[in-house]
């Protein structure tokens, strides 16, 4: 279900690449899954190169953990550091409050560990990201224990969500956590992203949402204009 259009890479690459020159010496990171997270991890692998040291960086993915790797970028553990100074990663939607839908590449419920687990959260993404209102275009991905998942498609189609089980080739999408996400779409949008979740997270079986609520500080989005930095209102 994932888009990935290619047209966006060069904004991708430029909001990926601002926010690495955000990374200062002796950092631990967090690092992001998806197309705009792995022009993050490029840059940063250069910058690296070229003489930043980091601590170590905790990839939110195999798929990011393997690209930073083999790019010589040090990698370590929520074990090992329970904070996280700098946690930059992708997003599908972005509001004006800088509430979030992530997830759309299976793995939101590591890379909502990493962001709680971080003292800044900076979002990455090209403009085609903004929204006006959560849900319009996007479906929030709901990462569901397979034992659960005919209960649980249940109670959100309750909650008034059209519910669609990833596939990904031809055969049901598994996690890295060896469950299954339900694409949970509302066609009217997300009237309180809040409300949706907190009655999403109640159901049992239920193990992660894709709503990233209040978490973002700051957003680094690319366009034809350049790159600019949003902060959300202040409440
Ligand atoms: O949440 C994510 C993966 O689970 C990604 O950050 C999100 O899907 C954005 O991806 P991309 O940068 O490829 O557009």
């Known amino acids: 279900m994932k888009r990935h259009d290619i047209q966006q890479d060069p904004w991708k690459q430029a909001a990926g690449e601002a926010a ?3 990374v200062e010496n002796d950092m631990v990171i967090g690092l992001g899954t998806g197309s705009t997270a792995n022009f993050l991890i490029q840059a940063l692998a250069r910058r690296i190169q070229a003489g930043l040291h980091i601590v170590g960086a905790i990839p939110s993915s195999e798929t990011s ?5 083999n790019l010589g970028i040090p990698i370590t553990t929520l074990d090992e550091h329970q904070e996280i100074d700098l946690c930059i990663d ?3 939607e972005i509001d004006p409050q800088l509430q979030l839908i992530k ?5 939101l419920l590591r890379e909502k560990i990493v962001a709680t687990a971080s003292r800044r959260f900076v979002v990455i993404a090209d403009e085609s990201k903004l929204v006006e209102r959560l ?6 991905p709901v990462e569901v224990i397979p034992f659960a998942a005919t209960p649980v498609r249940r109670q959100l189609e309750a909650l008034g969500a059209s519910v669609q089980l990833r596939q990904h080739e031809g055969k049901v999408f598994i996690s890295e956590n060896h469950n299954l996400i339900f694409d949970c ?3 009217q949008g997300i009237s309180n992203p809040a409300e949706l979740d907190a009655h999403m997270q109640q159901i049992v079986g239920v193990v992660e949402t894709g709503l990233f609520l209040h978490m973002a500080q700051s957003a680094i989005v690319a366009g034809p204009t350049g790159v600019k930095t ?3 209102p202040r409440a």
């Open 20 to 22: 690495a020159q955000l």
């Open 65 to 69: 953990k393997t690209l930073a790797s």
């Open 90 to 92: 992708g997003a599908d």
């Open 103 to 107: 997830g759309g590449g299976g793995a």
């Open 135 to 140: 849900g319009l275009h996007f479906p929030v």
């Open 185 to 187: 779409s509302f066609p």
């Open 230 to 232: 949003i902060s959300p």
